[in-house]
């Protein structure tokens, strides 16, 4: 029996870029806004709250959903977009975790707090028995009640 497994892999290589401070010099101190409890928390919160769409798993959607957002002065998530689509089941799902997201700890430069730009990679992956499926091989799959679904990471 073939079994599909659906991979969300996060690369949460988070791409930070503080809008405020897109000119800087030598001597500006720059502390980048960060979610409570670091990267780590971070990745938790993901995997608790991202979950592969149905519709998705039924038309072997996988892809990397670039998900660009701000975070305010007082640490609220804003502005949430998809700056790389790849398709709307997915790119909705990435939307709602990033809004879902608590407070972050705000950026500041030289002590003063600054609004940021950041984005997150999502990554969707179906795998099956053990190897990945990428765009190129998609539609190889069992049926659909031949299928199991788990998160890894």
Request: aromatic share 8%; no cysteine.
């Amino acid at each position: 029996m073939k079994r599909i497994y659906a991979m969300l892999i996060l690369s949460l290589a988070l791409a930070f870029q503080a809008a405020d401070v897109a000119a800087q010099s030598g001597k500006d101190k720059i502390v980048m806004p960060e979610y409570p409890g670091g990267e780590k928390a971070l990745h938790e919160y993901i995997l608790s709250a991202l979950t592969y769409p149905q519709e998705a798993m039924q038309n072997n959607e996988v892809g990397e959903v670039i998900v660009g957002f701000s975070i305010g002065i007082d640490g609220s998530v804003s502005s949430v977009r998809v700056l790389k689509s790849v398709s709307p089941s997915l790119d909705q799902e990435a939307i709602r975790v990033v809004k879902g997201m608590r407070y972050w700890n705000p950026a500041r430069k030289n002590g003063r707090l600054v609004r940021a730009e950041m984005s997150i990679p999502i990554n969707f992956k179906v795998i099956y028995e053990n190897k990945y499926i990428n765009d190129d091989q998609v539609g190889q799959n069992g049926r659909e009640d031949d299928t199991e679904r788990r998160v890894l990471y």
